[in-house]
């Protein structure tokens, strides 16, 4: 398995919006979303602020042999009650999951981004929560919580 994370620069902007397409298509299947008029899904809300807030969110795209696979966006959530980083939307196209791809960039994406983290699931994502139950607990050896608020599920810890 031989990927690049790479930090997605203006340069790549067009790239995430076009990969969010496919994105937005199979989460579909899990949340009440349809294409628009012209055929494509709407654009996806706050895309642009991955440019215009570069403290505290975090576009990633990543290729394999020069290919466009998925992209990552993170983002640093601040309250007073506490600062920790968020899987905004992971992304990898059907044809290279179940290739370690995934969990690769998600450790990576963990030792890049050091501190508190917040990753969740909807509901009915069960892939997903299962993802990202197994990449975690291999992560942190086991060391996380896990809860339900909001018909989300959440893995938490620190790194």
Known sequence: MNYELIKATEDYKDVLRN???????????????????????GTYPHLEDYWREVNHRFPYVIKQNDKYVGFVLVRLIESKERNYFSIAE??????????????????QI???????????????????????????????????????????????FEN
């Open 19 to 41: 990969l969010m397409q496919f994105y937005i298509y199979d989460f579909s299947e899990f949340v009440k979303c349809d294409v628009e008029d012209d055929g494509l899904f």
């Open 110 to 156: 963990f030792n890049l981004h050091k501190g508190q983290w917040e990753v969740y699931q909807i509901e009915t994502n069960k892939p997903a929560q299962l993802f990202w139950n197994k990449t975690i607990n291999e992560y942190t050896q086991g060391n996380f919580k896990e809860r339900i608020e909001n018909k989300r599920k959440i893995q938490d």
């Open 90 to 107: 992971f992304f990898i196209l059907k044809k290279y999951r179940k290739e370690g791809i995934g969990k690769a960039v998600a450790k």
